[in-house]
C-alpha cells in the first residue's frame, strides 16, 4: 500500500452511524454480523479490505450497498471487532474442514 493512500482499515474514515453499519439477524449468516439491509456478512467487508487495501475494490464488488453502507460495516467492526473476528474464525475452519474431506473419485 502506497504511503498516505488512506485506504486501510485503520485509516477508514467512519463518518456513518454506527447504526446503519451491521445488524445481526438470526437465521442469517448464523446470526453473525451482516451489512444492514443485506446478507452480506460484515466479514466479507472486513476481509475484502484487508487483502486488497483498497476501499475502491470493495465497492466495485458490491457497487449495490454504496459507499455509506460499507462504511457502517467497517464501524460497526470498529465497535464490535470480536464478533466479527469470531464469524472470520468460524468461516476459516469450517473452510480449513471443508478442504480435508476426501472426495468420491
Known amino acids: ?12 474514515e467512519y463518518s456513518v452511524s454506527q447504526q446503519t453499519g451491521g ?4 437465521g442469517v449468516n448464523g446470526g453473525y454480523p451482516v451489512v444492514r439491509g443485506s446478507s452480506i456478512p460484515v466479514r466479507i467487508i472486513v476481509e475484502m479490505l484487508r487483502a486488497t487495501q483498497c476501499r475502491g475494490a470493495v465497492l466495485e464488488m458490491y457497487p449495490h450497498l454504496g459507499r455509506e453502507r460499507i462504511e457502517g460495516a467497517l464501524a460497526y467492526y470498529a465497535a ?4 466479527v473476528d469470531a464469524d472470520i474464525e468460524r468461516n476459516a475452519r469450517a473452510w480449513a474442514a471443508h478442504q480435508a474431506q476426501r472426495w468420491p473419485a
Do not use: V
Not at 500500500?1 to 477508514?12: C, D, I, P, R
Not at 445488524?23 to 438470526?26: G, L, S, Y
Not at 464490535?80 to 464478533?83: C, K, M, Y
Open 80 to 83: 464490535h471487532p470480536e464478533r
Open 23 to 26: 445488524e445481526e439477524i438470526p
Open 1 to 12: 500500500m502506497k504511503e498516505g493512500s488512506g485506504n486501510s482499515l485503520a485509516q477508514w
